[in-house]
Structure formats: structure tokens, C-alpha cells
């Protein structure tokens, strides 16, 4: 090669990689998703579990004939199973982040 070339070549090197440089890292946009994904997690434990309770509550009225008594019962019992499915998921959720940041903080070590 001509030593023309080679400083061209040089020349746009120097260009490419001030130009990687200029470029901003992207944002994460996944810990988003993930967010959201969690939460509507939470929220699908804590409708199912009303539901549930709603079902078994008016099979149960229909059958014995005391309509709004074992509905009331068991949707009753179906928000505290919601709601202490929503709080495992939680603690599960809690105890996966703490282990990444104790991940990280043994990298950076």
C-alpha cells in the first residue's frame, strides 16, 4: 500500500472510533418490562384468587340453596389467599434481586 492509503485508512479509523465513543449507551429498558411483568403477576394472583373464592362460593350457595352466605365467605377467603400469594411472590421477587446485587458486588471485587 501507498503510505497515501495507509493515512487514509488511519485517518478513518480515528473517524469510526471517535464516533463509538460519541454514541450514548443505550438505556436498559428491559428492567421495565420486568418490572411491569411482576406487577401484572401480582395482580393476576390477586384476581384469581377472588375468583376462585367466587366460584366456589356461589357453587356452593346454588347447591345448599343460602345464596349470599358462602359467596361472601369464600371471596373473603380468596382475597387473603390473593393477597398471600402476591406477598410470596414479593419475598421471591426481593430475594432474586438482593442475589444479583450480592452477584455484582462479588464481580466488582
Known sequence: ?????QEKLRQLDA????AKGAQAP???VDEHYSQAQHAWR?????V???????GIGYGLDLLFGTLPIFM??????GLAAGIKTM?????????????????????GA
Open 15 to 18: 473517524r469510526i472510533k471517535v
Open 72 to 77: 361472601v365467605i369464600f371471596v373473603m377467603l
Open 1 to 5: 500500500m501507498d503510505p497515501e492509503s
Open 87 to 107: 406477598l410470596r411472590s414479593a419475598q421471591e421477587m426481593q430475594r432474586q434481586k438482593m442475589a444479583e446485587e450480592a452477584e455484582k458486588l462479588d464481580e
Open 26 to 28: 443505550k438505556p436498559r
Open 42 to 46: 401480582m395482580v393476576i394472583e390477586l
Open 48 to 54: 384469581a384468587g377472588l375468583g376462585i373464592g367466587f
